[in-house]
């Protein structure tokens, strides 16, 4: 479990069952104890899981609030959760699962479970210690290549809320995006947390008062000699904030202090709403499916939580 965190907790001689840690992620640090706590399984024998304790966690002074935030480790490693508890017998696959809801709720999986078993579209995982990343992707929008095509790694990342890209994919979204709406009544404002956003005549409830008037956004994702599409309609990169404004829940990479080293396209939580994404480390597989993630998939999960 140590061996699988980067930097090789130090466990003090005095004290060998207390070990330090100290992790950086992007630019950010996290140090702490590694910690304990007991699971239990329905069937199984009660085990201890161990997860870290942070005491410190440091980003840059000029940083907003992490645009991650990831809470349970999921990741790919030794010490994640689904990785332990196969290690420990309560679950014999590593697989994970959920299903986020854009009206609010949303269902997660852990270990044993059937996927959905039609429609699923599946791509290998590339090989990595640390994240999901299905390979190397190209971002269209109305199906037409944005200027350049560049490709960039595509990673999954739940923990994220939005979707960030590398400077030069946003800048040329951006320009497309307000080309489509030359012709529309919406105006073009700053958002509180985002900071491109459009007003209407009227405050927006939801992206489906106004989801029409964007084009549809896809990924292009090429895994050895084939390819496989990842299909982003507005309600899947548009939020609607609280007086009303919609907003872009796409955002620069290189203009936020956490993410500006990062030089992939990372899909966050706004983009993969109503898709039923799945990881299935056992088989080196990353599928996702659209689903009606506010209602209840009965998938005879060993751990299945609604969120």
């Known amino acids: 479990m140590r061996r699988d965190i980067p930097g090789i907790p130090e466990c003090s001689r005095k004290d060998p069952h207390r070990c330090h840690y100290e992790i950086k992620y992007v630019t950010g ?49 030794k010490a994640g959760f689904a990785a332990q508890l196969k290690g420990l017998k309560m679950i014999t696959e590593n697989v994970i699962g959920h299903c986020l809801s854009s009206k609010g709720k949303g269902v997660l999986y852990v270990g044993d479970f059937n996927p959905p078993s039609r429609g699923v579209t599946w791509v290998p995982m590339r090989e990595s210690l640390f994240y999901y990343s299905p390979g190397l ?64 005549k009227r ?24 390819t496989s599409n990842l299909d982003i309609p507005p309600q899947n990169y548009l939020i609607v904030e609280e007086d009303g404004k919609t907003c872009l829940a796409i955002r620069d990479a290189s203009s ?34 659209r689903a009606q993630c506010d209602k209840a998939q009965e998938l005879e999960s060993v751990i299945d939580s609604r969120l």
């Not at 409830?205 to 964007?214: A, E, L, T």
């Not at 992939?264 to 799945?278: E, K, N, P, S, Y």
């Open 29 to 77: 640090k996290s140090e702490g104890d590694l910690a304990t706590d007991i699971i239990s399984v329905i069937g199984k024998d009660k085990k201890n899981i161990a997860f870290g304790c942070g005491y410190n966690q440091e980003e840059p002074a000029d940083a907003p609030p992490s645009s991650v935030d990831g809470i349970l480790g999921l990741a790919t490693g």
């Open 137 to 200: 992707a190209e971002l269209f929008i109305d199906k037409q290549p944005i200027r350049g095509n560049p490709t960039f790694e595509a990673v999954f990342d739940s923990g994220t809320t939005y979707t960030f890209v590398p400077a030069q994919i946003y800048n040329e979204l951006v320009s497309k995006v307000r080309g489509t709406l030359s012709e529309s009544s919406l105006v073009e404002v700053k958002g509180r947390a985002l900071p491109l956003c459009w007003k209407g």
């Open 203 to 226: 405050p927006f409830r939801s992206v489906n008062d106004v989801k029409n008037q964007f084009k549809a956004l896809s990924l292009k994702i090429t895994h050895a000699s084939s």
């Open 256 to 289: 936020d202090p956490v993410m500006k080293e990062l030089n992939f396209i990372l899909i966050g939580a706004v983009t993969m709403q109503d898709l039923f994404v799945i990881y299935n480390n056992e088989s080196k597989q990353l599928g996702w499916v």
